[in-house]
């Protein structure tokens, strides 16, 4: 009997020591990369990743509400700030004028910066599948990396996602973007190189629908040089997608390069006016561009900025949180 007691001593000991490990161990998540799930950006909880990207915007405004500068001089100076920092030269007049006889400039200001992030609403919000998703924007600025980054989030957040390679014209997109969906660990539909892209689309949701996938993300040719034939090939896009999911595209991402300054500004006024764009995603935000665009996309296009993305890792896409850009901009 004592034999059989000291066996289950044991044995309980065992089980106990393999529940607190599992414990001790931080979640998992299956896939090619093994990673965690990046959260969004919140004030208050945990580092700020916005405080390292927007380091250069924010050596910018240095010294400029030091107490005892001549009022004139004063705004002039925040004017030039603001429009360095990448805000644009209409907005950069309306912040200025706004907060010119504020007593406390700098609260004023960011007030004021606040009240134009909010005005558009910057949830990224994924309805009854299939959801579609149409991404946008020229070559170069990140929008195959974004469509990869995007599909590993929304499959760690539990969501089935496919993708559909339709920038069928840059040499390599395709595979580029098979190789991202290989990280991801989603399906990718493509054709051939120079196929037509709304082929691809129609194939794409189409097998989401028969499959009952939750999200589709379909990329689209970058190309600028006719605004004409961008607008068409769109077009037809949207509309075979249309035709599968009633409604469709829910949503049309638009990818821009942080760093471009006001070339990004110009490429959102193009793509607004041809693609019906619904949000932003502001790429390369890794201490190397200014960052003010933001509030120039939300002022001048009423275009919300929906993730960031804040480096080179595939969690480094983050949503974009107005009270956390504020507080990296314009620390209190």
Known sequence: MSGLILVCIIVGFVVL????RNAMQPPR?????DAVSAPPVVVGRGPNPLL???????????GLFDRGRETREALEALEEALVRADVGAKTSASLAAEVADAADRKAALRAAIRSRLDKVDSRLVIGPGPHVILVVGVNGSGKTTTIGKLAWRLKAG?????????????????????????????????GEEGSDPAAVAHQTVESAK?????VVLCDTAG???????????LGKVRRVIGKIVPGAPHEVLLVLDATMGQNALSQARIFKDVAGVTGVVLTKLDGT?????????????GLPVKLVGVGEKIDDLRDFDA????????PE
């Open 223 to 233: 190309r600028l040089q006719a605004q004409k034939g961008l607008m068409d090939e």
């Open 52 to 62: 390292a990207a927007l380091s250069r915007t924010r050596d910018i405004f240095a």
């Open 29 to 33: 998540i299956s896939g090619p990369l």
């Open 289 to 301: 561009a200014k960052g003010g665009v933001v509030i120039a996309i939300a002022e001048e296009f």
């Open 158 to 190: 539990g969501k089935s996602v496919i993708l559909g390679a339709g920038d069928t014209f840059r040499a390599g997109a395709i595979e580029q973007l098979k190789v991202w969906g290989e990280r991801a660990g989603v399906e990718v539909i493509a």
């Open 17 to 20: 020591y393999i529940v607190y």
């Open 323 to 330: 009270a956390a850009f504020v507080d990296a901009l314009l």
């Open 210 to 214: 028969a499959r009952e996938i939750d």
